[in-house]
């Protein structure tokens, strides 16, 4: 029997003890499609009000007139929902374990002690003149004051804008100007692996870009200690900021509409976009998929391996988590440092009970061997959980059989930064796994897969991934570009969302995600656009044209394959090489560095001059025999170049 075909049944244990069993899941799915608002009317009732809402779903994907509202008049506030309501109950329970890069740092921190921080920092940023409606950039490494402004942002109904710690200066820059963020929150260095991360100096740099016009103060987190240029104008410390601030704050009422934050992902095209998320339906959501898919019980301790600055760190280690009264570890480091069994000792130490993580992590440890995990036991881990990119079977397997000692159900969680929170996933008490699929639709969710000519495919099949209908944490919008937010996701197949994402669906009803059908690639989990890649490239004055492409990685899923023409009358060398690496690092982050570099006197394009990627992909996957029809290309010999001149890797 192939890999891809032995199935995991759901084990004894989560089919006696689970929230939903395969029962109740096809009860309350059929319930959830056939009248979604009587679903989400009860649904809705997990979160806590200040104003009942009457309306629940009024939606439509119509391209000319998209418009998504959830509980639109009911009122919330998120923070409220992850602090004030579980103050008499659990106040003395921890709500954030923080794991320190230093695996002889960590803290525990109760409900109360967040909640007296959040407040105190909400009226610190009140104090600074941030109201209700105004963008927050957040720039900070994996600690606890992160969740602390992103929850005290909630709280006076500020909208925070989170950028990953990995981004540059001028990503950064570009998602301030963006957004009109009026305040930047980062702390003087991060640490990471045992180093030091530069985020105030980034910010420094990002804040000398011409365009930023609306950022009138920086708040740092003395984090590190390290030596930070100061600028007495606009700079504050934290510590001075809530110093002779209330502990306590009133949550500010916000329309399950209002934004709750934006975050910015890559596209086929363009700068990164802003996504717009509201309260209500997204805090019902998350704290909903928390529940269930990760069968989340009073008492169980939970570690989500993402950080904040992505959707997952926003979904899955604050707003459901703590909308659950949950134990929520945040781990500042990495999962290689001091060892690659780190991790491990981690679930050891703080005995986790859940462990969700991406698969590239899980590929880096494989590689280690199998007694990487020997400083380790365990044997508190209940259920695992992937996110970020398609697990492959090997992988899952590993994971199931080394970390999770055998014992533990795997959910392979598909979602994506629009989507809000988890879509497709096992619930591991109804769903019986298969290595590397993503199972079946959570409750509301209604996939489909199209053609290429947009008809719609039945049964066993491959095909484009579609969501029929609207779920609650579905983003609202692009911020400041609503239009782009319809030719995105509404404009290639009429009525419904398009993911951008390929997928097969198997005889028995499973998704299997197959990877981005756009010029999206995903190198560890990171969702990356090519263009981005490719217009950071031409800026340097060596470069005439580039084009960058996905190619299979052992590790990082996709790596990044970059082909570029030099400028007239350059010579290409290893400093080149390096020097465009560097560039890129640079210009957009180091989650972007190039792994292969191959010199390029032309591009294949077609007459009309569109680079022909599909090709390019092939030879960058050793894929050379099945290039196909190469009859369009304006120079078909361009192609037997760079066949010739395959990069090494
Ligand atoms: O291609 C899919 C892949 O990641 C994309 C979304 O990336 P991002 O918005 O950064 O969000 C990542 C975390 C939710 C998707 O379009 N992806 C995410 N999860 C999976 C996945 N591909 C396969 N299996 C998954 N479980």
Partial sequence: MSEQEKIYPVTAEFAANAWINNEKYQELYAQSVENPEAFWAEQGKRITWFKEYTKVKNTSFDPHNVSIKWYEDGELNAAYNCLDRHLETRGDQTAIIWEGDNPESSKNITYRELYEDVCQFANGLKKLGVHKGDVVTIYMPMIPEAAVAMLACARIGAVHS????????????????????????????????????????????????PHVKTVEKVVVVKCTGGDIHWHDHRDLWWHDVVAGCAKECPAEPMNAEDPLFILYTSGSTGAPKGLK?????YMVYASLTHQYIFDYKEGDVYWCTADVGWITGHSYILYGPLANGATTLMFEGVPSYPTHGRMGDICDKHQVNILYTAPTAVRSLMAQGDDVMSSSTRQSLRLLGSVGEPINPEAWEWYHRVIGNGECPIVDTWWQTETGGIMIAPLPGATDLKPGSATRPFFGVQPALFDSEGKELQGATDGNL????????????????????????????????FTGDGCRRDEDGYYWITGRVDDVINVSGHRMGTAEIESALVAHKAVAEAAVVGYPHDIKGQ???????????????????????KWVRKEIGPIA??????????????????????????????????????????????VDDLIEHRANR
């Avoid at 998320?277 to 339906?281: D, E, I, K, L, S």
């Fill in 162 to 209: 989170v950028v990953f710690g990995g981004f540059s200066p001028d990503a950064i820059a570009g998602r301030i100007i963006n957004s009109d963020s009026k305040i930047v929150i980062t702390s003087d260095e991060g640490r990471r692996g045992g180093k030091q991360v530069p985020l105030k100096e980034n910010v420094d740099e990002a804040l000398t870009n």
């Fill in 466 to 497: 579609v969501l029929q209908d609207s779920w609650p944490s579905q983003a609202r919008s692009i911020w400041g570009d609503h239009e782009r937010f319809v030719q995105t996701y509404f404009s290639t197949y009429k009525g419904v969302y």
């Fill in 593 to 638: 560095t190039p792994d292969v570099i191959q010199w390029a006197p032309g591009l294949p394009k077609t007459r009309s001059g569109k680079i022909m990627r599909r090709i390019l992909r092939k030879i960058a996957a050793n894929e050379c025999d099945g290039l196909g029809d190469t009859s369009t290309l304006a120079d078909p010999g361009v």
């Fill in 277 to 281: 998320h509201t309260t209500g339906g």
């Fill in 559 to 581: 790596g990044i394959y970059i082909y570029v023409t030099l400028a007239e009358g350059l010579e290409a060398s290893d400093e080149l090489r390096i020097e465009l690496v």
